[in-house]
């Protein structure tokens, strides 16, 4: 079956720089059609969407987030990488990594990563 | 950008029939997906491509598009659909990216 699973620090100071990964299983980024995606939740507000990396190395981000945010991804290791530059204290969020598909049309995400909560402070 | 809108809250009792809506341009070209997020939880699809569901999503969960409207009905209401609903889609205009709605607290009285 198909597990994401988001790792990185819980603490982070203002002005530094966030690395979170995602290491899954069930599936392999290698896969013709697969991607993986990012999506943070601020506390008590909504999901917004901010990196996707596809097999074929194609990769999108939140037009509001461009300038801060790197995806990569390490296919041996079944891992996906997300960097974000600059941290504030409005950055603070449960950041969570889901699996996504594109076969024709661009598919929902259908599995979700537990989320890994991420506080911005001094 | 492109834009979703969704009621804050909906409340409806148990055994009726709860509708939420998520307004965009001319949504109904595009496809919706759904998702279900109970607190301390992941989000959960419940709902894709406008009306389909995933295994081991009760049939209750239904979903329709058309025009500038999406909905996602969920019939026999219980205690334990009380929940977060999220509606997404992809935004073509702007090289495929992703979009949330701003998300519907759902009580059951």
């Known amino acids: 079956q198909i597990t994401l699973k988001e790792s990185g620090p819980t603490l982070v100071k203002p002005t530094q720089t966030l690395t979170l990964t995602c290491t899954f299983s069930?599936?392999?980024?290698?896969?013709?059609?697969?991607?993986v995606g990012w999506i943070r939740q601020p506390p008590g507000k909504a999901l917004e969407w901010l990196a996707l990396?596809?097999?074929?190395?194609?990769?999108r981000y939140s037009p509001s987030l461009k300038s801060r945010l790197t995806i990569t991804k390490d296919t041996s290791k079944n891992q996906v990488v997300l960097t974000m530059t600059n941290m504030d204290p409005v950055d603070t969020a449960t950041y969570y990594c889901?699996?996504?598909?594109?076969?024709?049309?661009?598919?929902?995400?259908?599995?979700w990563g537990q989320g890994t909560l991420v506080t911005v402070s001094s | 950008s492109y834009v979703l809108t969704q009621p804050p809250s909906v409340s409806v009792a148990p055994g009726q029939t709860a509708r939420i809506t998520c307004g965009g341009n001319?949504?109904?070209?595009?496809?919706v997906h759904w998702y279900q997020q109970k607190p301390g939880q992941a989000p959960v699809l419940v709902v894709y491509?406008?009306?389909d569901r995933p295994s081991g999503i009760p049939e209750r969960f239904s979903g329709s598009n058309s025009g500038n409207t999406a909905t996602l009905t969920i019939s026999r209401v219980e205690a334990g659909d009380e929940a977060d609903y999220y509606c997404?889609?992809?935004?073509?205009?702007?090289?495929?990216?992703?979009?949330f709605g701003g998300g519907t607290k759902l009580t059951v009285l």
């Open positions: 889901a699996h996504t598909s594109f076969m024709i049309t661009f598919k929902p995400f259908d599995y």
């Open positions: 069930g599936f392999s980024l290698s896969t013709s059609g697969v991607g």
């Open positions: 990396i596809y097999w074929d190395d194609d990769k």
């Open positions: 001319n949504i109904g070209s595009k496809s």
């Open positions: 491509d406008d009306s």
């Open positions: 997404q889609v992809w935004d073509s205009s702007s090289d495929h990216h992703v979009v």
